[in-house]
């Protein structure tokens, strides 16, 4: 428990909503009608679950080497909020808060939607699950802090 005490602080009136569009990066996984056919083919059930799991992800990022994500991003006074439909490591959050330490900043994951995890790419050299269950290319978390970070710089 903690004992808290009013602090005045400034109110700026800035209010605004934004939904920005992100392009990440894919690993090259095989197209939906390959998984189809690997699927019918497979006798393993484990393995054939797992195919299963990862035709769901392909069918809703299609089969191209990107997809195009929506950030959406609100700013209320001196609060930030950011929310996103993946599931950014922690350190997403830790990385905004950090820089923007003189303001709230809000982030939420796997909002509207969800594809997979997104870790950063020095995990990618790792046996995990996060790593192996993910669609997105190393660099896709990257590529997502620097865009909400340079969002997080303009003012509305």
Not at 15 to 32: D, G, H, Q, R, Y
Request: contains cysteine; hydrophobic residues 40%.
């Amino acid at each position: 428990m903690a004992i808290w005490e009013p602090e005045s602080v400034s109110s700026e009136s800035n209010v605004s909503a934004e939904i920005i569009t992100i392009e990440l990066p894919l690993k090259p996984w095989p197209s939906i009608k390959e998984l189809k056919r690997s699927i019918n083919e497979c006798e393993d059930p484990v393995l054939k679950e797992r195919l299963i799991r990862k035709l769901g992800v392909r069918s809703s990022i299609g089969d191209g080497t990107k997809v195009t994500v929506k950030v959406w991003y609100w700013q209320l006074g001196d609060c930030r909020i950011v929310v996103q439909p993946n599931e950014a490591y922690a350190v997403f959050q830790q990385t905004l808060r950090e820089k923007f330490s003189s303001a709230p900043v809000v982030v939420g994951n796997i909002v509207n939607g969800h594809i997979g995890y997104l870790p950063p790419k020095e995990l990618y050299d790792k046996d995990m699950y996060t790593v192996w269950q993910t669609p997105f290319e190393a660099g896709a978390y990257e590529v997502l802090v620097q865009e909400v970070l340079n969002k997080m710089k303009t003012k509305p």
